[in-house]
């Protein structure tokens, strides 16, 4: 598409001279003679790249270059000046000008600073267009979910979002609260801020202090140079911070007086750094239990849990099930080139029947599974695992917690039988945190005797 220039200056012959030039490099110009004229056609044209002179009849170009960043932050300015100086230039670019010449002596610059400048709004409007489409993707009407109590958790979440409160999710694993998370962010004051994401269980505490407040050089062996925090990246935006209830203790002080104060200090530093940052917290844990069993503090669970939202289960929202699974099936089937048009309902019955452990992220699995093996248009459960169809439980029939955890436990056992013991390994396979891991292990007194 051809770039649009608006020329802003008060010499005509030059003006004009400078007109034809760039026309011949096939760009659209239009001109005006003082910086009133030049605003009055930038609010009924769109243009891509202002030259514009910095002395002018009715105002200084540095200034104007201030002022039409902030109206059409799209645009880029170049400022021309017959006498050059460093103060001025410093501050154009403070203004946001994409740059500073002189007149007569930076003429050969003038063609090429354009094209660079074109470059720039192309690349402005693809970081625009990615940035609305993932606006989209993470916002709450892509969040799927009809039946009444899952609506009644969206309405919360919108609720809450506009606001700087702490949220606490809480949910079983797999339920979608990184979801709600980035839902709550982009629908918030600071969804133009970065939205930064910590798994407190995928590090050993000396690491997730490192990674949430930064550390000075030398604050331990291979700390060869400074580190910025996770906190400091979502200055003025928010941080996640998931599977909070696994957090150590001393480490869940220190976050206790970010969230009071807005200040900590880095591993190794003496001086204190502060931010403003939002916090949105999620567990899969009960945070009261933890509590008395003494592994959470209460003070930080009262400061997280000024807003908290229950995000149900799938099995409690079985209405859900067959929109969730039809969204799954398109779109990982126009990922892999297959045209999944929809799903038999002998395959929406056994879906609905089963009891989801794994919530929304099992489901995900099963269906990618399902896209894969399909030779038609339509899923059908001779896809699904032979588990799935081979089960006679249902959700309207649900497990006591007796059982469930006898299900769990062996699952565990099975998957560390498999991988010979390698806890890493199974905690990635089981998708957990290795502490939870280690605490089912020890709650459930599994089997550690491993052949070699």
């Not at 403070?94 to 500073?100: E, L, R, T």
């Not at 919108?158 to 694993?173: F, I, M, N, Y």
Request: proline letters at 2%; a neutral charge.
């Amino acid at each position: 598409m051809t770039k649009r220039i608006l020329i802003i200056d008060d010499e005509a012959k030059l003006r004009g001279l400078l007109a034809r030039i760039i026309q011949l490099e096939g760009f659209e110009v239009l001109e005006a003679g003082d910086i009133r004229s030049g605003l009055k056609i930038l609010e009924k044209t769109d243009v891509d790249i202002v030259l514009c002179d910095v002395k002018l009849p009715d105002g200084n170009g540095v200034e104007t270059a201030g002022t039409i960043k902030t109206r059409y932050p799209h645009i880029e300015v170049i400022l021309l000046t017959a006498y050059g100086n460093i103060a001025d230039g410093v501050q154009a670019i403070k203004n946001g000008a994409f740059d500073y010449i002189t007149k007569g002596d930076d003429n050969s610059r003038i063609i090429p600073l354009i094209y660079k400048a074109a470059e720039k709004v192309d690349l402005n409007k693809r970081l625009n267009s990615l940035e609305k489409q993932l606006g989209k993707k993470y916002s709450f009407d892509h969040i799927i979910g009809r039946s009444k109590r899952f609506q009644e958790t969206v309405t919360l979440a919108k609720k809450v979002a506009p606001t700087d409160t702490s949220v606490l999710l809480l949910g079983e694993t797999g339920t979608g609260k990184e979801v709600f998370a980035q839902a709550i962010h982009l629908a918030g004051r600071r969804n133009s801020k970065s939205f930064v994401a910590v798994n407190c269980s995928a590090f050993s505490k000396d690491l997730l202090e490192s990674e949430m407040f930064g550390h000075k050089a030398g604050a331990y062996t291979g700390a060869l140079k400074d580190k910025k925090g996770l906190f400091e990246e979502a200055h003025n935006g928010t941080i996640f911070l998931d599977e909070i209830g696994e957090m150590a203790m001393d480490l869940q002080a220190k976050l206790l007086r970010v969230l009071e104060s807005g200040e900590f200090i880095k591993v190794g530093d003496s001086k204190i750094t502060k931010v403003d940052v939002r916090v949105i917290a999620a567990t899969n844990r009960n945070l009261e239990e933890e509590i008395k069993n003494g592994t959470f503090r209460s003070d930080l669970f009262y400061r997280l849990s000024a807003f908290q939202i229950n995000i149900p289960a799938l099995r409690e929202r079985k209405e859900d099930i067959k929109p969730l699974a039809e969204s799954f099936a398109l779109s990982i089937g126009l990922k892999i080139g297959k045209k999944i048009k929809g799903l038999s309902p002998e395959y929406v019955t056994t879906l609905e029947n089963n009891y989801w452990q794994g919530n929304i992220r099992e489901l995900k699995n099963v269906i990618e599974r399902s896209v894969i093996l399909t030779d038609s248009e339509e899923l059908d459960t001779g896809t699904l695992p032979y588990e799935l169809t081979q089960k006679k439980a249902s959700a309207g029939s649900p497990l006591s917690a007796f059982a469930m955890n006898s299900v769990e436990k062996l699952h565990i056992q099975k998957v560390l039988n498999y991988t010979r013991g390698n806890k890493a390994e199974a905690a990635r396979l089981l998708e957990m945190g290795i502490a939870t891991l280690y605490r089912k292990i020890e709650e459930y007194k599994l089997n550690q005797n491993f052949p070699g």
